[in-house]
């Protein structure tokens, strides 16, 4: 059991109505989870997740992939046919989210190429990333982080 799983469990039913929301309109409102430092410490709380009801895709944080285990355990992602979905926790704790492929097998445009194929992401998981789509896909990740400036900081 991770040290996160109690504060998961505490939210899941929250969790599920993201989940439901992301089906529905493609993406979730977000909801605070700062609750999450009292259960660790990290320099960096952002962290997520590519699931889908075969498995988790993807993931690079523990704090994510303990809620990820926690929505497959309890079968969440079971009414959602084949669809994959990104759960996120941002820098500062906020969590949402977003659907990467629909029931028609539709990608969300920006999440869905960071995965090669609809193949690749609903086949069973067991090593099927190659380490430079790893590397590709973590480099995405850590850019979603940093600041858009629209012109030179001056320093």
Request: charged share 30%; glycine share 6%.
């Amino acid at each position: 059991m991770s040290k996160y799983d109690r504060f998961w469990q505490s939210i899941i039913d929250k969790i599920a109505d993201l989940i439901k929301e992301a089906y529905v309109s493609g993406r979730s409102r977000k909801i605070d989870v700062s609750d999450l430092q009292m259960h660790g410490k990290r320099d960096n709380w952002y962290g997520s997740i590519i699931v889908s009801k075969n498995g988790i895709i993807n993931g690079n944080m523990a704090h994510v992939r303990a809620l990820g285990k926690i929505i497959l355990k309890k079968g969440i992602l079971n009414s959602y046919d084949e669809a994959v979905f990104r759960i996120r926790v941002t820098s500062n704790l906020k969590l949402d989210v977003n659907l990467v492929i629909d029931r028609k097998g539709v990608c969300d445009r920006k999440l869905g190429e960071i995965a090669a194929t609809k193949d690749l992401l609903l086949a069973p998981l067991k090593n099927t990333f190659t380490p430079s789509e790893n590397v590709y896909f973590r480099i995405h990740e850590l850019l979603e982080i940093l600041p858009l400036h629209k012109f030179p900081i001056k320093t």
